[in-house]
């Protein structure tokens, strides 16, 4: 049933990318050929006053074609109009995932009972006091190498991001700003409440749930998101993660159905997946704000630079030759996209 859910659930993250763009090009006035769902051959199709209305086989992927990289002397044409309109309409596409995945975060932190702070309330009585030189209670932990920290919950992920038990750490205390740097904070076995645990020795401050809370809570869980996913690009470039660890749609789905597997009941399912889903809207909307060919934000990118030489040789560039740039690119990125699904599949067979 998971595995349904979850291809829905991916199907409808890529409608929402696409209907982001056509929304905004209706709304602007620019012809829209085709407003497609999924990709590869067509299972249905119904052609409207001007766009014709396609649902594909393949549930993953979709397109809003309106004739991009063709000149055309259609005033309702996409390159016959305005820059800052062709860039409101590039950008609609990320903007609607990002607005989806803000709203879906808010539905699942709207069942949280409690936050929990970044302040410190109590350390057991086995972990190392430093004193001024270390951990104390009332410290409230601002980051942790470097990277902010505003919810207990970035605290385990941080941690294990730095693959070292020494860290540097920033506190406020007393309204002033402590650097503990390379700083021990480990994991071990400590003595509480009569039972001995794994873990950090460390009790935090509760925050009790309200509007105000529970939308900033919403707001840095999308930070977060939007973290972590620069955190990861950062480990493929500095080779700490390699391609081989990049997921596509057959991971994505495989996720979400482990997630829903796992979960003690189907409402606790169903409220995972949501948050997962959040975490591949953003994903979505980030990847496509790259300035890579091809990509939303490539295309945006575009339009700027063909604005600097448009203004330098003091006529109008043909688009056909930005559109041979992001065809091949495209190739590319399917190539790319082909190598990930394989390496999806081994992954699955294999674990």
């Known amino acids: 049933m998971y595995i349904v859910v979850a291809i829905i659930a991916f199907g409808l993250l890529i409608a929402i990318h696409e209907i982001g763009h056509f929304t905004a090009a209706k709304l602007l006035g620019v012809r829209v050929n085709e407003f497609a769902i999924g990709m590869g051959p067509k299972i249905i199709s119904k052609r409207g006053k001007e766009t014709l209305y396609s649902l594909r086989v393949f549930p993953f992927g979709g397109f809003c074609a309106m004739d991009e990289d063709v000149a055309s002397d259609d005033p309702r044409a996409f390159t016959a ?140 869980t999308a930070f977060n998101y939007v973290r972590l996913i620069r955190l990861s690009i950062a480990q493929i470039i500095s080779g700490t993660a390699g391609v081989r660890d990049l997921a596509g749609p057959v991971a994505i789905v495989d996720a979400m159905n482990d997630i829903g597997q796992s979960a003690p009941s189907v409402g606790a399912a169903l409220l995972s997946i949501a948050n997962f889903m959040a975490f591949i809207a953003v994903n979505i909307a980030f990847v496509n704000f790259l300035p890579i060919p091809a990509m939303d934000g490539g295309r945006i990118l575009f339009v700027f630079l063909t604005w600097i030489i448009e203004k330098i040789i003091r006529r109008r560039l043909n688009p056909k030759y930005e559109g041979y740039i992001h065809a091949a690119t495209m190739a590319l990125l399917l190539g790319l996209m082909a190598f990930i699904l394989v390496n999806d599949v081994l992954r699955i067979i294999t674990s």
């Open 81 to 220: 109009q305005k820059r800052w309109r062709r860039v409101v309409i590039l950008a609609a596409g990320g903007a609607a995932n990002f607005l989806a995945a803000f709203i879906i975060v808010l539905i699942v932190v709207s069942g949280i009972k409690v936050f929990a702070g970044t302040t410190v309330v109590e350390l057991v009585d086995a972990f190392p006091k430093d004193g001024e030189n270390g951990l104390m209670v009332g410290d409230t932990i601002v980051s942790i190498n470097g990277e902010r920290l505003f919810y207990i919950d970035d605290f385990p992920f941080l941690m294990q991001l730095s693959q070292s038990n020494r860290v540097d750490v920033v506190v406020r205390r007393d309204g002033n700003t402590v650097k503990l740097n390379n700083y021990l904070l480990e994991r071990r076995e400590y003595m509480s409440d009569g039972e001995l645990r794994f873990m950090y020795g460390i009790t935090f401050n509760r925050i009790e749930p309200n509007i105000i809370e529970g939308f900033k809570y919403s707001c840095y």
